[in-house]
C-alpha cells in the first residue's frame, strides 16, 4: 500500500506549489531553421533513390503525436543495394591512404559544428529529446567522435592491433532512437577511420537525423557508396544482418534482438559487437557531496526522459542518509520542467514513442502491484504527444520487476544498503552490466567499489558522461565490444 | 621369464581441485594414434560439466582479486611443474599425437616456453589493453581489463598439449576461471595438465578438466549462463555451439589464433572486458 503522499495529488489539493521552483516565461528555439522534404528516399551509393517497391511510413514529433514527414522502407532488394554499393566503395576507400581518409572525416565533423543548430532541433523535433540535450550534448559529441577518429585514420599501426591492421570490408550498423545522430556517429566515424565501408540502419521512429547526415556526407564529398543509409523497421534490420555481403555486423539496442543477432550471425562466426541495455545503479555513500549527488540522480535516470542505456535507474542509497537524500530528491524532481522539447527550460520531453509509453506505463504498474511505493511529479503534462512525469520509487525489494527489468523512462528504483559489500552485492544483482555510479568523498573507497562493479563504465562522483575518447560498452548481458577511444577501432578492424 | 604387468591408469576428471571419477560412473578407453589401448579416462556427464562450472564461477573471483605479480607467478610455477613432467608429457603426446618422440619433445617445450610467455603477460595486460583516456572536462579517466569470468575451452583436437596450453593459460592469465573439455580422442595430456594446475598452487577450481564425448558435453557447456567466454578452437561443431552460447551473450572465439606473439594477444583480449572509471578531479 503506497502511504507516502503523491505529489500530483497535492499539487491538485492545492498544498503544494511547485516547491520553490522559479517560473520561466517559455524560451521556444524556432523550428524555422529546419525544412523538411515531404518524403524522403534511401541514401544508396552517394544519391537518394526512391525504394524498390515505393512503400513508405510516417515518423512522428512525438511531442504533438504528428507527422512530420514520410520516410522510404527498405525491402530486402533495397539492402542488397546498398551493400552492394558499399562493395564496390571498399576497396578504393581501404586503399586511400589513412590521411586522406582522416581529412573527409574531419570535414564532417567541421560540417556537424557549423549546422549543429539545425541538427539539434531536427534532432529534438523528431525524438523528443529536449533542445537543452542536443544542443548541449548530442550534436556537440556527435562532432567531436568524427573529430577523434579522423585523428586515427593515419595511425592505425600504433593502436596496438598489429603493425598492420586492415578494415573488416563492409559493416552493417543498426542504431536506436534514443541517441540517433551521435549513434550514427559512434558507429560511422570508427568504421570509416579504418578503411570499412558502411550501410547504416537508423531506427524507425528517428530517421531524420541520420538523413541529415547524408546530406553532411554529400556536402563532405564523401565517395560515393562509402557509407550507405537505409531507413525501415526491424525487417529492414534483420535484411541487413543476414546479408551474405556483410563482414561485420554492430549493433546497439535492445538485449532481446542482440541474442537474436548473436543465434544468427553464430553459424558465420561473423565479427559481431554488441551494445546492449542497461540497469544501472547509482551508489551513493553516506559521506557523498549530496549536492552534486543529487544532480547526479536527477542526471542518471531522467537525462533524456530516461531513454539511456546506461541510466542510473537504480538508486542504492546508505541507509543512513535516506530519508534526507529522498526529502532532496523529491524536492528537485518537483522542479524538473517537462514539456515543450523545443523550449530552451524544459528538462525533460517526450517520451519517444507510444510503444515506449506503453512499456514504462505497464513497469510501473507493476511496481505498484508488487508494493513498491510510487511518487510521481505534480508538473503537469501537455495534452498531446506522448509524456511520462518522473517518477520516484521506494519500497523496492531486489526481487521487484522494477529494480530488474529496463524501464528506459524517467522512472528510478530506490534500495537501500548499509555496507560497502552490501553495496557492491545489490549493484551486481542484475543480468546486465553497462554503468554504475559511486558517490562517495572517500577515494579509495571509490576505487574498491569501481574495482568490485561488474559494469563497463564507472562514474565517480558524475554519471551520463560521454566523450569520443573514453571507450564505452558493457559486460555480461549488456553486450560485448567498445566504442570510443582506442579500443572502438577494435571492432573494425580485422585483428 | 615373464614380461612385467603394466600398472593401468584411469584418468579422472578434475573438478573442484577435486579428482573424480564421473558421476554418471562411465568411462571410456582412449587409443593412442597407433590405435592401440592407452588409458581408461572417465566419460564426463552434463552434471559433471555443471559442477565444473559451479566450481569454476566460486573460484575466480578471488583469483582474479589476486594482484597481477602473484596470478603470473603461479603461472609460471605451473611451466616448472610442466617442465619437472616433461618426459611424461612428451610421451604421452608422443602416443597421442602418433608423432616421434624428438617431435613430441619439441611440441612440449614449445608449449612449456608459451605458458612461461603468457605468465609474464600477467602484470603487463592492463598496461597495453588499458590506460587512460584523455577526456575534455575535470575528471581522470581510465580503461582497465577485466576478466570475463568462467570460460568454457573446447581444446584443440589435434594438439593435445602444446594448442591446449594456448586455449587453457589465455584466459587464466588475465583472471578467469577455465573449464576445459578436453580433446576426445587425445585426452590424456590434458588431465595431466589439470593435475600439474593442482600442484600449482592455483586454487581449487581455477582449472578444471573434463574428458567426454563432445557432442554430449559441448551444448551443455556452451548454453550454461554462467559461462561468460567460449573457446570453441576444438569443436566439431562451432555454429552449433556459438549458436547456444548466444542465449546468455557470450563471448565466443570462433576459431583459436595461431600460437604467435599476435595471435596470444589476441587470445588474452577475447576473454576481457573493459571497464573506464571516470574520477572527478578538483581541489
Known amino acids: 500500500m503506497s502511504s507516502e503522499p503523491n505529489g500530483q495529488e497535492l499539487a491538485r489539493a492545492g498544498r503544494v506549489s511547485r516547491l520553490g521552483a522559479l517560473e520561466y516565461a517559455p524560451a521556444p528555439e524556432s523550428a524555422a531553421i529546419v525544412s523538411l522534404a515531404d518524403a524522403y528516399g534511401l541514401y544508396i551509393d552517394g544519391h537518394f533513390t526512391d525504394p ?35 562493395r564496390r566503395a571498399a576497396p578504393a576507400w581501404a ?75 563492409v559493416v552493417g550498423q543498426i542504431i536506436p532512437w534514443n541517441f540517433p545522430l551521435l549513434m550514427a556517429a559512434w558507429k560511422l566515424a570508427p568504421a570509416l577511420a579504418t578503411g570499412n565501408t558502411c550501410v547504416l540502419k537508423p531506427a524507425e521512429t528517428t530517421p531524420l537525423s541520420a538523413l541529415a547526415l547524408a546530406d553532411i556526407l554529400e556536402q563532405a564529398e564523401l565517395p560515393p557508396g562509402v557509407v550507405n543509409i537505409v531507413t525501415g523497421d526491424g525487417a529492414t534490420g534483420a535484411d541487413l544482418v543476414g546479408h551474405p555481403g556483410i563482414d561485420k555486423v554492430a549493433f546497439t539496442g535492445s538485449t532481446e534482438v542482440g541474442r537474436q543477432i548473436q543465434r544468427r550471425l553464430a553459424a558465420r562466426g561473423l565479427p559481431l559487437t554488441l551494445e546492449l541495455g542497461g540497469k544501472g545503479a547509482n551508489i551513493v555513500f553516506d559521506d557523498a557531496p549530496l549536492d552534486e549527488a543529487i544532480e ?16 542510473g535507474s537504480r538508486l542504492l542509497v546508505h541507509e543512513g542518509i535516506a530519508d534526507e537524500v529522498l526529502r532532496r530528491l523529491r524536492r528537485r524532481v518537483d522542479q524538473l520542467r517537462v514539456g515543450d522539447p523545443l523550449d530552451k527550460n524544459t528538462d525533460v520531453g517526450a517520451i519517444n514513442s507510444a510503444a515506449q509509453l506503453a512499456r514504462i506505463e505497464e513497469l510501473v504498474a507493476a511496481g505498484e502491484a508488487e508494493g513498491a511505493t510510487r511518487y510521481t511529479s505534480a508538473c503537469p503534462l501537455p495534452a498531446a504527444g506522448y509524456w511520462f512525469a518522473p517518477t520516484v520509487f521506494t519500497d523496492v525489494a531486489p526481487a521487484h520487476r522494477i529494480a530488474r527489468e529496463e524501464i528506459f523512462g524517467p522512472v528510478l528504483s530506490v534500495m537501500t544498503f548499509r555496507t560497502p559489500e552490501e553495496a557492491v552485492a545489490k549493484a551486481n544483482d542484475t543480468t546486465y552490466g553497462l554503468a554504475c555510479g559511486v558517490w562517495s ?25 560521454f566523450d569520443p575518447a573514453s571507450p564505452f560498452g558493457g559486460v555480461r548481458e549488456s553486450g560485448f565490444g567498445r566504442e570510443g577511444g582506442r579500443h572502438g577501432l577494435e571492432a573494425y578492424l580485422g585483428v | ?35 592401440a589401448f592407452l588409458a581408461n579416462a572417465a566419460r564426463a556427464s552434463r552434471k559433471d560439466v555443471r559442477d565444473a562450472v559451479r566450481a569454476a564461477q566460486a573460484a575466480q573471483p578471488a583469483w582474479a582479486a589476486h594482484s597481477a605479480l602473484l596470478r603470473g607467478q603461479v603461472l609460471y610455477r605451473l611451466a616448472e611443474m610442466a617442465e619437472a613432467r616433461a618426459v611424461e608429457l612428451g610421451d604421452q603426446v608422443a602416443r597421442a599425437e602418433g608423432v616421434d618422440a624428438g617431435a613430441a619433445r619439441a611440441s612440449v617445450a614449445r608449449g612449456i616456453d608459451r605458458l612461461v610467455w603468457y605468465a609474464g603477460w600477467a602484470d603487463k595486460v592492463g598496461q597495453v589493453l588499458g590506460g587512460a583516456n584523455d577526456v575534455a572536462g575535470p575528471f581522470f579517466n581510465f580503461s582497465i581489463p577485466v576478466p570475463v569470468g568462467v570460460v568454457g575451452v573446447v581444446a584443440p583436437a589435434d594438439s593435445s598439449f602444446e594448442g591446449l596450453v594456448d586455449a587453457l ?12 573439455l578436453a580433446s576426445e580422442h587425445r585426452p590424456v595430456p590434458a588431465v595431466l595438465l589439470g593435475e600439474m594446475s593442482a600442484t600449482a598452487d592455483l586454487e581449487a577450481g581455477l582449472v578444471n578438466v573434463l574428458t567426454g564425448r563432445l557432442d554430449e ?28 552460447a548466444a542465449h546468455s551473450l557470450t563471448r565466443v572465439l570462433h576459431a583459436g589464433p595461431p600460437a604467435t606473439p599476435e595471435g596470444g594477444l589476441r587470445r588474452l583480449r577475447a576473454f576481457v572486458d573493459t571497464t573506464t572509471v571516470w574520477h572527478t578531479v578538483g581541489a
Open chain 1, 441 to 465: 568523498e572517500k577515494g579509495s573507497r571509490t576505487l574498491w567499489v569501481a574495482q568490485r562493479l561488474r559494469a563497463g563504465v564507472v562514474w565517480a562522483n558524475a554519471y551520463n558522461r
Open chain 1, 95 to 169: 586503399a586511400l591512404p589513412g590521411a586522406e581518409r582522416a581529412k573527409y572525416l574531419f570535414r564532417i565533423s567541421r560540417i556537424i559544428q557549423e549546422r549543429q543548430r539545425e541538427l539539434a532541433v531536427l534532432e529534438t523535433l523528431d525524438n523528443g529529446k529536449p533542445i537543452r540535450e542536443t544542443r548541449d550534448i548530442d550534436v556537440p559529441l556527435a562532432a567531436g567522435h568524427f573529430f577523434y577518429y579522423a585523428g586515427w585514420a593515419d595511425k592505425l599501426a600504433f593502436a596496438g592491433f598489429g603493425s598492420d591492421p586492415r578494415p573488416r570490408g
Open chain 1, 296 to 311: 547526479g540522480i536527477i542526471d542518471g535516470i531522467f537525462f533524456n526522459q530516461g531513454h539511456v542505456c546506461c541510466a
Open chain 2, 217 to 244: 558435453l559441448g551444448p551443455v557447456l556452451a548454453a550454461h549462463e554462467a559461462v561468460d567466454g567460449l573457446d570453441l578452437t576444438g569443436a566439431t561443431d562451432p555454429a552449433a555451439l556459438a549458436a547456444l
Open chain 1, 52 to 86: 524498390e517497391r515505393h512503400e513508405s511510413f510516417s515518423t512522428l514529433n512525438p511531442a504533438t503525436a504528428a507527422p512530420l514527414t514520410r520516410v522510404a522502407r527498405a525491402s530486402a532488394a533495397d539492402v542488397d543495394a546498398a551493400v552492394e554499393a558499399a
Open chain 2, 169 to 180: 593459460v589465455a584466459p587464466l592469465v588475465t583472471g578467469n576461471a577455465v573449464v576445459v
Open chain 2, 1 to 35: 621369464m615373464s614380461e612385467r604387468l603394466d600398472v593401468r591408469k584411469t584418468y579422472k576428471l578434475v573438478i573442484g581441485g577435486a579428482f573424480v571419477r564421473s558421476e554418471s560412473g562411465r568411462a571410456y578407453a582412449v587409443a593412442g594414434a597407433d590405435g
